[in-house]
């Protein structure tokens, strides 16, 4: 067979995988496929929202909410994405990930004083 006979990746299909592992309690596997998902089509939005859902069950709130911070940016939704970065970096011990997140709040609000001084305070 050639290459041509191989599907194109099914961002629908694989996101319904997904939410079948999360369903069945296997949140490794599910967290997986949603990376998966992200790593093929970035933009697919519907997957931050399931994988920050996911994360909050497993009790990793920082990552629940970078998650859904950024599932509302990409819905232009930028109040709800702003609440739920400023939760992320409660809860962030990773260094790139706040990094990230300090990053994206600045492009969402243009206030870059605010959130390089945020978690240096609480530290």
């Known amino acids: 067979k050639s290459s041509v006979s191989i599907p194109p990746f099914d961002a629908e299909g694989e996101l319904f995988l997904a939410r079948t592992l999360k369903k069945l309690d296997r949140h ?4 997986i496929a949603f990376q998966k998902i992200i790593g093929e089509k970035p933009y697919y939005s519907k997957t931050y929202y399931y994988l920050g859902e996911i994360y909050g069950e497993m009790g990793q709130l920082g990552e629940a909410h970078y998650y ?3 599932f509302y940016k990409y819905e232009r939704r930028y109040s709800n994405a702003v609440f739920h970065l400023k939760k992320a970096l409660d809860h962030l011990t990773d260094s790139e990930r706040i990094k990230s997140t300090k990053k994206m709040l600045e492009k ?7 959130y390089s001084k945020r978690k240096s305070e609480a530290s």
Not at 28 to 31: I, K, Q, R, T
Not at 108 to 114: A, I, N, S, W
């Open 68 to 70: 859904l911070g950024t």
């Open 28 to 31: 490794e596997d599910a967290v």
């Open 108 to 114: 969402l609000t243009g206030d870059k004083e605010l």
